[in-house]
């Protein structure tokens, strides 16, 4: 039996050029939200386990990682559930914790605990990581960061048009403008006001879920997942129409090109929707839409998108998807209407926005979008030469920490050729070495890495070199 060490699957490791990656994303990410107005806050890695469940429908409770009982926790197991291999029944009984597999639930949560000290409407935004038992593939994983961003305690549409603009301002940035991608954006209201238009309310659920499908298997597969459940000719023909109008929109548009698109579309489903709820969907969209127009996009590629069903658990208003071509979806979020109610604070409108880190850095990966960190790592080596050199070093050390220069010594006197492949592997530019000579000068022997030049330098024109 090996006994090579492993993580599990679907969890990943990450080198110091890793992360140095993915805190550009955070930061990155971070400054826009705090330019918006949003505070940060952090929550558990584990909540009590009936927090979690029933909050994003059953797909999402099959999702979430348990945490077992401390101690003797078969001692309290629920023996009818074990005798009848009833494993939902035994978790109850032996696991009361679990790991939250998204942040908004927990953000509800807090919500409800603290909303005696929030000022409402509240911008929150949090960075951590969530747990998932999914199935592990390229771009989805078991452990991965969310970047969240809500306002909660406001229905106003204009926070809608804020977290699209925060989205544009991510990967204007992220991207540097050659990365093309889409931000879809459809309404529950507008889904509901379809399913109402074809007399079909009690399938709601299964006729979106089939909706969703689209982009996977094409407008002929979703009307044979429609003839499934049974619907009529005549509702699977209007279905149909709306499906069809989706999938002409495809195509390279000018930003004042999309958005006329967008509303002429928007047109054209309210003069099919007889619906008090979709004609509302469609007057919400419209509101975002304009606004967007007027203050202007700057590279993402908007478009509206009647079969974007994301979400269904809890969002109640907007749908929001961003997806970039032949990759999943890198940032979704919407609008919900009672999320906090679950936990005893009714009525309180939401609206928030969710980047995915981890798909992210893939994406920005693949296409060479990263820029180079040279700041990250060590800077300056001073080489040690023994004990005397050392202890002349080691002032002059810590002065370039005190500038913000990140810089080191090598520990031991070893050989010159051992610290020379040191600081070649770690990719140190300046490389200080002190001997008699330079003790002796107050100039030090400052030699460039990359060009190979050697220079004698006193420390202030080291500092100013390196800075």
Known sequence: MSN????????????????ARRNYIFDTIKNVYKKYGFQQIETPAMENLKTLVGTGGEESDKLIFKILNSGDYLSK??????????????TRSIAEKALRY?????????????????????????????WRADRPQKGRYREFYQCDADIIGSDSLLNEVDLIKIIDDVFSELFQGKLKYTVSINNRKILAGIVESIGEQDKFEQIVVAIDKFDKIDAIGVVQELKKLNISDSGIFTLSEILLSKESSTGLFTIEELFNKNKEELKSLNSRINSVNGQKGIEELEFVFDK???????????????????????????IIEVKIDNFPSITGGGRYDDLTGKFGLKDVSGVGISFGADRIYDVLLDNDLYPEFKGDSTQVLFINFGKAEQNYCLPLLFQLRDNGINSEIYPNAAK???????????????????????????????????????????IEELINKVK
């Open 4 to 19: 090579k060490p492993s993580i599990p699957k679907g969890t990943r490791d990450f080198s110091p050029i890793e992360m």
């Open 77 to 90: 197991a629920d023996e009818k559930a074990i005798a009848d291999k009833n494993s939902t029944g035994l």
């Open 416 to 458: 010159m050729k051992k610290q020379m492949t040191f600081a070649n592997n770690k990719g140190i530019k300046y490389v200080v070495l002190v001997g008699s000579n330079e003790m002796e000068s107050g100039k030090l022997t400052v030699k460039n890495m990359e060009s190979g030049e050697q220079e004698n330098l006193t």
């Open 102 to 130: 998204d942040l908004t639930v927990p953000f509800a949560r807090y919500v409800v605990q603290n909303q005696n000290d929030i000022t409402f409407p509240f911008r929150r935004f949090q960075i951590q990581p969530v």
């Open 292 to 318: 967007l127009k007027q203050l202007g996009i700057k590279t993402a590629n908007i478009k509206f998108d009647p079969t974007l069903a994301r979400g269904l658990g809890y969002y109640t208003g907007t």
